[in-house]
């Protein structure tokens, strides 16, 4: 469907109608702050503790305002038979607010968040040369970067704020003095690991140490109960009454062919008295 002729001229003047009937509001400043939104572009604060030295931000920027120097320093290893290691050491950040246009690219290329957004503006210089803004600037402009929104919960913590936290607990515990140690302490541990005695019981009770295992009731077969030999097997090197040594024959058991005390009688005469007779 076409355009009705005139249509556009119709709502310009309407907006022109609407203005006119009310009342103008005008902000006195500088007596009167203006209320400006969270993410409004004013000047970059630098967070130094986050900065690597990677150069991103000054390749980026389209106007090359952004200055930075650095020279490399040594680690030396963590651990013993450890490799050094290099790093980057930040000597000069520098912006140019004169040159900057305020796009905002340095910002979000920073891969550790060390460049934010504050929504101060009141920067103003009589000499251009003053607009340029050094580190030391830069850090005091992070004080006013009003604090990020709340996260959704079960979010994850940003990472400016955990690297913050860490670098602070780092120098605390630097900082605080060592914690006192108590004179007894190890008598005290090596206390706690014996184990006490019962009362009414002698040391020589409690030195004495406990069986493993307890006798059983029922022994196993072939092995008699504690206190008890069995008299059906002698032990080892000693010969059962029963059972003669070899040669020797048993008093009670005669010869086979001979007759036993008992048997003979009065009458028959002993083997060996007949020939005498």
Same mark, same amino acid.
């Given at each position: 469907?076409? /355009? ?29 702050? !203006? ?11 630098? +967070? ?13 920027? !389209? ?33 140019? +607010? ?13 891969? +550790?968040?060390?460049? +934010?957004?504050? !929504? ?62 108590? !004179? ?41 109960? /504690? ?51």
């Amino acid at each position: 469907m076409a /355009p009705i002729p005139g249509s556009g001229l119709a709502k310009g003047l309407a907006v022109t109608l609407r203005t006119m009937t009310k009342k103008s509001v005008t902000a006195q400043y500088p007596d009167a702050q !203006p209320d400006l939104p969270p993410r409004t572009r004013g000047v970059i604060g630098l +967070f130094e503790e986050n900065c690597t030295v990677c150069m991103l931000c000054a390749r980026e920027c !389209p106007d090359w305002c952004i200055y930075i120097d650095s020279h490399k320093e040594t680690v030396p290893a963590a651990a013993p038979g450890g490799r050094e290691r290099s790093r980057n050491v930040l000597d000069r950040f520098a912006i140019d +607010f004169s040159l900057c246009m305020y796009c905002g690219i340095c910002i979000e290329v920073c891969p +550790f968040d060390a460049l +934010f957004w504050s !929504p101060e503006f009141e920067y103003a210089e009589t000499d251009i040369r003053d607009l340029t803004h050094e580190r030391d600037k830069l850090r005091e402009w992070m004080w006013t970067v009003p604090a990020p929104p709340a996260l959704d919960p079960g979010a994850e913590e940003p990472k400016e704020l955990a690297t913050a936290r860490k670098t602070a607990d780092k120098l605390a515990a630097q900082q605080a003095p060592p914690a006192p140690t108590e !004179p007894h302490a190890d008598e005290q541990a090596r206390a706690a690991e014996q184990p006490t005695r019962p009362q009414g019981a002698s040391k020589q009770q409690t030195d004495q140490p406990e069986p493993d295992h307890a006798q059983p009731d029922h022994p196993t077969p072939g092995q008699p109960k /504690p206190g008890q030999t069995k008299p059906d097997h002698p032990t080892p090197g000693q010969t059962k009454p029963d059972h003669p040594k070899p040669g020797q024959t048993k008093p009670d058991h005669p010869k086979p062919g001979e007759a036993t005390p008992d048997q003979l009688k009065p009458d028959q005469p002993t083997p060996g008295q007949e020939g005498r007779e």
